[in-house]
């Protein structure tokens, strides 16, 4: 399998546009987690999906924030509109189930301007 | 509040030496995870365990449940393991797929 693929692995955007961060979980795994990552604050998760369903969002900062998956494939993270305080690494992780190991993407390091 | 405490914070060695990173937590725990990211690069998952002793090529890790303090080894160290180590932890009795990070450990092995 080639692992959870996040894409882009860069972006840089100006304030106050719409970024869209894109994750594919491993097959069979049916948990998907987001996780912000700063300098100040390390790992925090921002939603946790199992079988699709959004189980726990109280990670995500504000209503700039939302996430989706339409299937069990593909997820997506969204903010709009972008601040530079949203500048981080931001990783999409997928587990066979909730308590089982987490495999991490490569990571989208999002720069806002 | 339930805490996650790595140490030491940064770790400077040179090659060939035995690494010890160390983990405390507050309260009881239903797994531990070692996890390893290089600078600007991914995270690895390393183990997960809940008690006990693992071992993979150089690396161990070991659990003591009762003294809430996990230890993760690093022997005959090479200036590839040169990146930072993270603990993170699941409560037991609290939701059973939420995380709790610790700082991380920088390590950096010299040649």
């Known amino acids: 399998d080639a692992g959870v693929i996040q894409s882009p692995r860069h972006e840089v955007t100006e304030m106050g546009q719409e970024v869209t961060l894109r994750c594919k979980p491993i097959?069979?795994?049916?948990?998907l987690f987001w996780y912000r990552q700063t300098m100040m604050r390390g790992l925090e998760l921002l939603i946790y999906?199992?079988?699709?369903?959004?189980?726990?969002d109280s990670g995500m900062p504000e209503d700039r924030f939302s996430a989706k998956m339409p299937n069990a494939s593909f997820s997506t993270l969204k903010i709009q509109p972008s601040e530079p305080r949203d500048s981080a690494v931001y990783f999409c992780?997928?587990?066979?189930?909730?308590?089982?190991?987490?495999?991490f993407g490569p990571g989208t390091r999002l720069t806002v301007t | 509040k339930n805490e996650v405490e790595q140490s030491p914070q940064n770790l400077t060695a040179q090659e060939g030496e035995f690494i010890t990173i160390n983990c405390s937590y507050s309260v009881g725990i239903s797994a531990l995870h070692w996890l390893q990211q290089h600078p600007g690069g991914g995270i690895v998952s390393l183990f997960m365990l809940s008690s006990g002793k693992k071992k993979h090529g150089r690396l161990i890790a070991t659990i003591n449940i009762q003294e809430k303090h996990s230890s993760l080894h690093i022997t005959a160290s090479h200036p590839r393991d040169s990146a930072v180590y993270i603990c993170?932890?699941?409560?037991?009795?609290?939701?059973?797929?939420?995380?709790?990070f610790g700082k991380g450990t920088l390590l950096t092995v010299n040649p």
């Open positions: 999906f199992n079988n699709n369903v959004p189980i726990d």
């Open positions: 992780a997928s587990s066979f189930s909730s308590q089982y190991e987490q495999y």
């Open positions: 097959s069979g795994h049916n948990s």
């Open positions: 993170a932890v699941r409560w037991s009795g609290g939701s059973n797929y939420k995380l709790t």
